[in-house]
T-cell receptor, first 117, second 117 residues
Framework: GAGVSQSPSNKVTEKGKDVELRCDPI?????LYWYRQSLGQGLEFLIY????????KSGLPSDRFSAERTGGSVSTLTIQRTQQEDSAVYLC???????????????FGPGTRLTVL | AQKITQTQPGMFVQEKEAVTLDCTYD???????LFWYKQPSSGEMIFLIY??????QNATEGRYSLNFQKARKSANLVISASQLGDSAMYFC??????????????FGDGTTLTVKP
């Protein structure tokens, strides 16, 4: 079956513009995660969805960042008024379950490389 | 306090030898999962191995094994018979299953492994 997909794969934008990043999780996966990875660094947790709700938004770096998930499937991460420090690879992952019960692995998408000029 | 600590920024190993990548974690949640991922230079995140907090035996997957020492809160990855294709960044991660952090995943800063011919 299809894995996690993300679009676009690359995005170059000008400082101050808004961008939308999309994630299509594996069908049936209820948990969805967004991470940010700066060059040569580890993964920084941004937000986690269980179904359509986000129990944990603590990782969002500022109010310029927001995310939503509709229909328990596709998720969109929006960055408003982009800054140069937002440049990174944004990774999405999905998992059969998030909280509670057996703890499953996360399946990662290929990421979106965002460059803010 | 950092929840996942990988103390080795870089490691070298001779081809065909075994190597251990260190990982220690911190949690008060009795239910948690520990994961190792490989990230080659292409950027994709590849799941390697999983250990549940209630598992009695150490996890093994082919050449990968997880040395789980619960009392010491360590979850070291052992790669046996290293191959040139094992050269990559390796991340240790934890997901807590209950309590306020349920579902959220935390990643370490990673260890860069270089396999020498």
């Amino acid at each position: 079956g299809a894995g996690v997909s993300q679009s676009p794969s690359n995005k170059v934008t000008e400082k101050g513009k808004d961008v939308e990043l999309r994630c299509d999780p594996i069908s049936g996966h209820t948990a969805l995660y967004w991470y940010r990875q700066s060059l040569g660094q580890g993964l920084e947790f941004l937000i986690y969805f269980q179904g359509n709700s986000a129990p944990d938004k603590s990782g969002l770096p500022s109010d310029r960042f927001s995310a939503e998930r509709t229909g328990g499937s596709v998720s969109t991460l929006t960055i408003q008024r982009t800054q140069q420090e937002d440049s990174a690879v944004y990774l999405c992952a999905s998992s059969p379950r998030g909280a509670g019960g057996p703890l499953y692995e996360q399946f990662f998408g290929p990421g979106t490389r965002l460059t803010v000029l | 306090a950092q929840k996942i600590t990988q103390t080795q920024p870089g490691m070298f190993v001779q081809e065909k030898e075994a190597v251990t990548l260190d990982c220690t974690y911190d949690t008060s949640d009795p239910s948690y999962g520990l994961f190792w991922y490989k990230q080659p230079s292409s950027g994709e995140m590849i799941f390697l191995i999983y250990q549940g907090s209630y598992d009695q035996q150490n996890a093994t997957e082919g050449r990968y094994s997880l040395n789980f020492q619960k009392a010491r809160k360590s979850a070291n990855l052992v790669i046996s018979a290293s191959q040139l294709g094992d050269s990559a960044m390796y991340f240790c991660a934890m997901r807590e299953g209950e309590g306020t952090n349920a579902g959220k995943s935390t990643f370490g800063d990673g260890t860069t492994l270089t396999v020498k011919p």
